[in-house]
């Protein structure tokens, strides 16, 4: 141990114990301070669920939704008087009643037979067309019109019309003089067994009595 003309380091004192240089603290007696206890934060519980190899882990199952808060009511109060209802009746939300309108429906379009004198006779489904038409097995609830020829080529129940979604139709019913449709310069015979279509503004001729049809 070197000297530099004082005491070493470590000098001993006159018991024999070494004293320490200012500024160094004997170990054995000295005690740091305590540090600040912190608050403990709860923290979530980690579950550990066992995986098997090739079998996907289940999410976990979502949190209970909270359970509704009660209302309790007070059964005591008495009963509103007419100033406190009526107050409150006035501040009451006023709501329009809307009108439910129906829906409009379409009027059924109705054919018009334009006999050669004028008259008129309407086709809403079926009709038998002749000089005397009787009724038919194979149009049931079919009406009758009459038409009056003087030439006798319109045989007694001379031809049919029908309606269905597309139009007008015409058909000869084994007639003597046959059906023809005529719509401007195109001529359509109706052949017993082949209806025709007749469109709004032809002419049908049974035999030689002509008739013209409209839409109504």
Known sequence: MSHTGGRSMADTDDDGFITLPPGIFDTSTFKTPPKPERPRV???EIVFVPATPGVPVPPPAPPSPPA????????RREPLDAEEAAILAAQAPVTAEVPIIPAAVPAPVLWRLVLPDGAEAIVRTV???GR??????AYPGAELIAVDDTT??????HAVFEVDEQGLWVHDLNSTNGVWVVHGEDVTEAVPGRKVEVGEGSSVELGDFVLTVARR
Do not use: F, G, M
């Open 42 to 44: 709860e923290r979530e």
């Open 127 to 129: 009709a038998l067309i």
């Open 68 to 75: 509704p808060a009660q209302v309790s009511y007070d059964t």
């Open 132 to 137: 005397n038409p009787a009724p038919s097995d």
């Open 152 to 157: 006798h080529s319109v045989s007694k129940t």
